[in-house]
């Protein structure tokens, strides 16, 4: 599709395997043109070396230049789930790795004594971490890729792969004038509807609302796309349903290592003037006297004076990353973490101590709101 | 009376949720979808 002529309710449209273009119309048009890797704006960036991993065609790509070409050096720009995930992936396949990011610890999405851990994780796992440092460009010789320059060294590289984030894909959305809202994704109401008669959006084009913060919010995450698109689905085929927004939660494993991250974190809470307590407390997956019971360090964040549950973090091994899901599950319940103390989860050996990870760190946060 | 028609740009996680819940809730409904891509329904 290439041009939305909405006063005409048509779509442009050209087919890819004749080059044949004709105007579609509609009665109701859904957009759900989903989100595009952030590239850096800098010379040597279009070398075939230099990936970004966001469709499944991107990844067979990836995946057939790594198979051809078997190179020694990998380097991953960005921090973020992606990156860490494509950095795992690279070691397992006997290559050197280095990863490059801006912020001061990977997975930037929690706060930095959380992401710190994370960051060790990679280091313990044999990548080599560039932290507080800049792309400033790429060193290629007759169009290959050979080397990463930040604004602290150059490294040597056979194939990089960028995770520098998505932003949504709306221009097309722009030039038919739909209304965009925060980080340029499509504005949308609870039923999907933009604010263009006969025109939807869902998944990573559109904007959300954060249910904490009470704000506008984007959020590229297949989780949240699929819950759009079935509000949309069920209004569009004449039935009736609506997306309240989301509270942030995202789950994501590197090496041995599983993550999770709900809620707002400190940054958020400085930006929008929230008073918060946070508690860290370190416990175990299962009860401490069986075997594979392992470590787990979970983070509460909570208002002060009113206690209300604000976020929560979590990094640990092989059980830990759901156990998050206690905690969206209170921030959509708008509990407290006083409520949060008897919350009647399972306890039996095999899956937790007798006080699960999550209600004993609550509890600690409750001492201190 | 012509049949009511949807047209869906982007063919994966939530154009291809949509898809699937409107032409389920109404069978009646005309649904197209357009995916530049090779591949529908690939990421979740
Ligand atoms: C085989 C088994 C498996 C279980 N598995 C699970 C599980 O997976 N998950 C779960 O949530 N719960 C489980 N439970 C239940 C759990 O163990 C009990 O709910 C828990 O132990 C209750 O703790 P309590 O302190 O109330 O009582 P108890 O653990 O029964 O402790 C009471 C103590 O008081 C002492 N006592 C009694 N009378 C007197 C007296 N007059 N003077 C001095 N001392 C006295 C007893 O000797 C005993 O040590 C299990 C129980 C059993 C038996
Ligand atoms: C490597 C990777 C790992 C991920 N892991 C997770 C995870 O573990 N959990 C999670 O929740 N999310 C994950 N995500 C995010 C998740 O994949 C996206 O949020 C999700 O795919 C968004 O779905 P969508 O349908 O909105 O958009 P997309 O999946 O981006 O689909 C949009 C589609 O629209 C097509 N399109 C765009 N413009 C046009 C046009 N003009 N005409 C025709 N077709 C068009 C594109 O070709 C594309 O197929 C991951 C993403 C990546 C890249």
Not at chain 1, 276 to 292: C, E, F, H, N
Request: net charge neutral; hydrophobic share 40%; proline share 5%.
């Amino acid at each position: 599709m290439e041009e939305i002529d909405s006063p005409r309710g048509r779509v442009r449209v050209r087919d890819l395997q004749n080059n044949r273009v004709v105007w579609e119309s509609y009665d109701q048009l859904l957009l759900a043109t989903g989100a595009v890797p952030v590239c850096p704006d800098l010379p040597g960036a279009d070398a075939v070396e230099i990936c970004g991993v966001n469709t499944l065609q991107s990844g067979i790509e990836l995946r057939r230049i790594l198979d051809d070409r078997n190179p020694k050096n990998g380097i991953v720009v960005g921090g973020g789930y992606i990156g860490l995930e494509m950095a795992e992936a690279l070691v397992r396949r006997g290559m050197a790795v280095s990863l490059v990011s801006r912020s001061p610890e990977v997975m930037k999405t929690l706060d930095p004594d959380m992401g710190h851990l994370v960051s060790q994780a990679l280091r313990d796992f044999g990548v080599t971490l560039y932290l507080e440092e800049t792309l400033i460009g790429f060193e290629t010789k007759s169009g290959k890729i050979t080397g990463v320059v930040t604004d602290r060294r150059s490294l040597p590289a056979d194939i990089v792969i960028l995770g520098l984030g998505v932003r949504p894909n709306t221009e097309l959305a722009a030039a038919a004038g739909i209304p965009l809202g925060e980080r340029r994704s499509i504005r949308v109401n609870e039923l999907m509807q933009t604010f263009v008669a006969g025109i939807w959006a869902a998944g990573d084009c559109a904007e959300t609302f954060h249910l904490v913060s009470r704000k506008p919010y984007y959020l590229a995450l297949g989780t949240i796309a699929n819950r759009q698109g079935r509000v949309a689905g069920v209004n569009l085929g004449g039935g009736s349903a609506t997306f309240p927004g989301v509270v942030g939660t995202a789950v994501t494993k590197i090496c041995e290592v599983e993550v999770a991250r709900t809620g707002l974190q400190e940054s958020e809470l400085r930006e929008l003037g929230i008073e918060w307590a946070s508690a860290v407390i370190r416990s175990r997956t299962k009860a401490g006297y069986l075997p594979g019971a392992g470590k787990i360090t979970v983070k509460v964040l909570a208002e002060k004076g009113s206690g209300r549950l604000l976020g929560g973090q979590i990094v640990g091994m092989e059980g830990s990353a759901k156990r998050i899901d206690t905690l969206a599950t209170a921030l959509h319940a708008g509990f407290t973490v006083e409520e949060m103390i008897n919350l009647d989860v399972g306890y039996a050996p095999p899956f937790s101590p007798v006080w699960d990870p999550v209600v004993i760190a609550a509890r600690e946060a409750a001492k201190l709101v | 009376m012509s049949t009511e028609r949807l047209i869906v740009v982007g063919g994966d996680a939530a154009g291809m949720s949509a898809a699937a819940q409107a032409k389920r809730r109404n069978p009646g409904l005309e649904v197209v979808v357009f995916e530049r891509g090779p591949h529908t329904s690939y990421s979740a």
